[in-house]
């Protein structure tokens, strides 16, 4: 029997603590079958059997494996977990029974290059650019573990240290401009982790000074790492859409890609964007915030600012409007109908005529004759 089938029988079985957790009994079939049940789980179950006066304490998670048949003794994956990261992003984490913190190699490779490339970590570490940032033999680091549940294979991962000093490396060749397109969306990535595990890091820190740890919530630094890399995210999303930049070439007439667009759009971005949407958050942003620049943009400051879900919906109705126009002069129009603006209209006085020859036409008056 292994150890999750020895606190499901505390719980009388699977059917029951099914009931008593809400959840399908498939769920705690899993349990069963693999042997583990998973780390926020755990605190649950403590509270529930406490809560229903049965004996069980977090040794109970924890499997007693068997030495390996190799001869070997490699570590053991004594308490799982999940690093909940933005929307459904999760990171398999462990921690070993020698007490290394790691974190699997194909979950690593995930992070940081979005599921391309398999768990070939590798690759992404022995990028010239990135390799004499890392500290030696980085790769031949790899830890092999056993994951109870897993027979006849073992796992591999790299701990938590070397994985920081891989966002470290692409962080510091992005900021020397050492790194291409595809290596710079991963420092960025690397950017935003390295960012909120030290918020996250420094606030546990506090709450292990003070003893506030024992009071929070289980899962409190676990909400804050999300929260803290959808504040990172935010700094890098993109939010101006091609189809704006789209709509503009082809009321501007512009042959070239969009990719080298000319900087008066800048001007058409402020006058079409930000002015129509609150001119005086347009006059602040003039007045307060540097011009903008690669990396550095007003709607960075708008978003913490003004709101960034207004300057989206607005965009996209700039968008929609620009697809009935034929150029940037009917697009002008349309959005100062659109905000009530008033059209006004010019008159041009010329001095009057000295001769007229015939109707519709206008002589020219005759030079003097200074002959005379």
Not at 151 to 170: H, M, P, Q, S
């Amino acid at each position: 029997m292994n150890a999750a089938q020895k606190v499901i029988s505390k719980f009388g079985g699977q059917s029951s603590l099914a009931k008593m957790i809400g959840k399908g009994q498939s769920t705690v079939q899993h349990w069963s079958k693999t042997g583990v049940i998973p780390a926020r789980w755990q605190p649950k179950l403590l509270d529930l059997a406490k809560f229903k006066g049965i004996q069980l304490s977090s040794y109970d998670f924890i499997s007693q494996m068997p030495p390996q048949d190799n001869g070997s003794t490699l570590p053991i994956a004594r308490w799982p977990g999940f690093l909940r990261l933005i929307e459904s992003e999760e990171l398999p984490c462990f921690v070993l029974d020698n007490g290394q913190r790691v974190i699997t190699r194909t979950g690593a490779t995930k992070l940081l290059a979005g599921g391309k490339g398999g768990g070939n970590l590798e690759s992404y570490v022995n990028v010239v650019n990135i390799r004499p940032l890392l500290p030696e033999n980085l790769s031949d680091r790899m830890i092999e573990f056993v994951l109870p549940g897993v027979t006849n294979k073992t796992v591999r991962g790299l701990t938590a240290e070397d994985f920081l000093a891989i966002c470290r490396a692409y962080v510091h060749a992005r900021d020397n401009h050492a790194l291409t397109g595809r290596q710079e969306e991963i420092a960025i990535k690397a950017s935003m982790f390295l960012s909120a595990c030290a918020k996250v890091g420094l606030i546990a820190l506090i709450d292990e000074a003070t003893g506030y740890q024992y009071e929070r919530q289980q899962d409190a630094l676990q909400v804050k790492l999300k929260l803290y890399l959808e504040e990172e995210m935010r700094k890098w999303e993109k939010t101006f859409p091609d189809e704006l930049w789209m709509e503009f070439g082809r009321l501007t007439g512009w042959q070239e890609p969009l990719q080298t667009r000319p900087k008066y759009w800048g001007k058409l971005v402020t006058e079409l964007i930000y002015e129509l949407l609150d001119p005086d958050v347009a006059e602040w942003l003039k007045e307060h915030v540097p011009e903008p620049s690669r990396g550095k943009n007003y709607h960075q400051w708008l978003s913490g600012q003004y709101g960034l879900n207004k300057l989206i919906q607005h965009i996209w109705m700039v968008i929609g409007i620009a697809k009935t126009c034929f150029n940037i002069h009917e697009l002008r129009e349309k959005l100062a109908i659109q905000f009530g603006r008033s059209e006004v209209q010019f008159s041009l006085f010329l001095p009057p005529p000295t001769r007229q020859l015939s109707p519709g036409k206008l002589a020219l008056k005759e030079p003097e004759n200074k002959s005379k």
